[in-house]
């Protein structure tokens, strides 16, 4: 199935959405802006029914089902937010949803996907390896298989996210979105493009999940040979075979960003724009703070989801604040004296730092004797002031080592 879908299927995907979806808002970004010198905007789908835009494909691909097909029920594999959007869905037609989840996928999105309706399956390490038991459930049961990207009815209601940002922002220069499959991007590209030819469709991946640019390269999806991010919501280790044919077509260039370029993104997103995000709803976020792509503004990111494990919410912000110089995990290297550990500290003090946890090691056998370790984890204003901190220890006589080093 290789049929391009078109600004008349997107726009009719609109009509069958009004009064299931909300029109997300659109926030401005003062940090954005100020970095790329023009006006950014944030496109809030992380404020969508279920979390996330997927209710948008999922629903246009299900209220499209015959009565006979409902009848048999509809399945679906999906880390979360596909998985919620298919639970509502089908919840809204009166059709029975079996979902199959990764065993690893976030506790959170599985209580979720299971309060909208839908029977839960937990099979395999990855999306992908979901994907095949959720096609071996359909062709056992007859149930319709709902594909999270790979069809022109999901990628006609994706690409309504793009409608709503050339109304809202019709100055738009470039669209930044998340890619994983290709659904959302390949229906904005659609639509914007057919609306304005000038708008330029950047698609961004997390670097250690990244099928896109090798699958563009070689002029057919390939498939990754392991693939782990913290974006769980975009990775997927193979593009569909629709969704390559719009990328390869209509998007201007798929970038990719690193783990802590994701970690500072989402930092940035909860301090500064009050926004609670997933890390794979950040990357087109964390591709603007990069710098890896070229922006023309007025430029808008798309927020994709905002269904995030609190527990992996907390192990992300102390990760983004590392990244951004805020939070050091450090060992000092002193002696072993009675008022050293109080000397140390107090000199952390002096320098306005916050130690927010700190324990002794004297059983390193690569101490001498005398000698204590002290590891530290120390909250910090930024890179200048941690630089400042540590060259005052080091001054001071102490032997400072980063975690990592020897």
């Not at 808002?25 to 802006?33: A, D, G, H, K, M």
Request: glycine share 10%; proline share 5%; aromatic share 4%.
């Amino acid at each position: 199935m290789t049929e391009m879908v078109g600004l008349a299927d997107v726009q009719a995907a609109r009509e069958l959405l009004a009064g299931v979806t909300r029109t997300t808002p659109l926030e401005p970004s003062r940090p954005l802006s100020a970095a790329l010198g023009g006006p950014v905007w944030l496109k809030c789908e992380n404020v969508q029914r279920a979390g996330s835009y997927k209710v948008r494909g999922a629903y246009v691909r299900i209220s499209r089902l015959s009565a006979e097909e409902r009848a048999r029920g509809v399945v679906a594999a999906s880390a979360g937010n596909h998985a919620q959007g298919v639970a509502l869905a089908a919840g809204l037609v009166g059709a029975r949803a079996t979902v199959f989840m990764p065993v690893n996928a976030p506790l959170p999105k599985v209580a979720a996907t299971k309060g909208y309706g839908a029977r839960i399956e937990l099979v395999g390490n990855t999306v992908d390896e979901s994907l095949i038991a959720a096609q071996t459930f359909a062709e056992r049961t007859g149930a319709v298989f709902i594909h999270p990207f790979d069809h022109p009815d999901v990628i006609a209601g994706q690409g309504t996210v793009a409608l709503e940002i050339l109304e809202q922002c019709p100055d738009v220069r470039t669209i930044v979105t998340g890619v994983g499959g290709g659904g959302l991007v390949s229906g904005m590209a659609v639509a914007a493009k057919a609306l304005n030819p000038d708008v330029r469709v950047i698609g961004v991946q997390a670097a250690s999940a990244a099928a896109f640019p090798p699958s563009l390269r070689a002029g057919e999806p390939v498939r990754l040979p392991s693939f782990a991010t913290i974006a769980d919501g975009i990775a997927v280790g193979r593009p569909g075979e629709l969704t390559f044919t719009h990328v390869r077509k209509l998007v201007d260039d798929v970038v990719t960003v690193s783990e802590e370029d994701i970690s500072r993104a989402l930092l940035m997103l909860l301090e500064r724009g009050k926004q609670v995000v997933e890390p794979a709803g950040a990357v087109g976020v964390a591709a603007l703070m990069a710098g890896v792509v070229e922006v023309t503004t007025p430029a808008v990111a798309v927020l994709s989801g905002g269904n995030i494990d609190p527990l992996l919410m907390l192990r992300v912000i102390e990760h983004g604040l590392a990244a951004a110089g805020r939070f050091l995990r450090v060992t000092v290297r002193c002696t072993d004296r009675p008022g050293q550990l109080a000397s140390l500290l107090g000199e952390i003090a002096e320098h306005r730092a916050n130690v927010v946890d700190v324990a002794h090691q004297r059983a390193n056998p690569h101490l001498r004797l005398g000698e204590v370790e002290v590891e530290l984890s120390v909250e910090t204003r930024g890179v200048e002031h941690s630089d400042t901190l540590i060259s005052a220890l080091r001054a001071s006589g102490y032997q400072v080592v980063f975690a990592g080093e020897g």
